[in-house]
């Protein structure tokens, strides 16, 4: 099994960038996705989870209304639309596959990472 995640960079307070995770070696529609992030020291956080489906999503509440989960089955792939960026936004961003919950400990497979910076 494969997540490759990618879309991060670098971006002003405000700016937008959209993540993607292309995910390989399991059957994906079977599979709820989650976008976790983490920053140094600190323990790595939900930020949003979309069921197999996709008709079901979570959001944690600082991305409400900013960020947006969605995902093409066809594709193998799950995308994470950022809009409104702020610096607190800078982390590292990982996709992952399994209950489509809120919990880390629910995801049986993790993508690599992928960096997202909000310069101010």
């Known amino acids: 099994v494969q997540l490759q995640a990618s879309g991060g960079g670098l971006v002003q307070a405000g700016g937008s960038l959209r993540l993607s995770c292309a995910a390989s070696?399991?059957?994906?529609?079977?599979?709820?996705m989650g976008w976790f992030r983490q920053t140094p020291g600190k323990e790595r956080e939900f930020v949003a989870a979309?069921?197999?489906?996709?008709?079901?999503?979570y959001y944690t509440d600082s991305v409400k209304g900013r960020f947006t989960i969605s995902r093409d089955n066809a594709k193998n792939t799950v995308y994470l639309q950022m809009n409104s960026l702020k610096p607190e936004d800078t982390a590292v961003y990982y996709c992952?596959?399994?209950?489509?919950?809120?919990?880390?400990?629910?995801?049986?497979?993790w993508g690599q990472g992928t960096q997202v910076t909000v310069s101010s």
């Open positions: 992952a596959a399994g209950s489509g919950g809120v919990l880390s400990g629910g995801y049986n497979y």
């Open positions: 070696g399991l059957t994906f529609s079977n599979y709820g």
């Open positions: 979309i069921s197999w489906s996709g008709y079901n999503t």
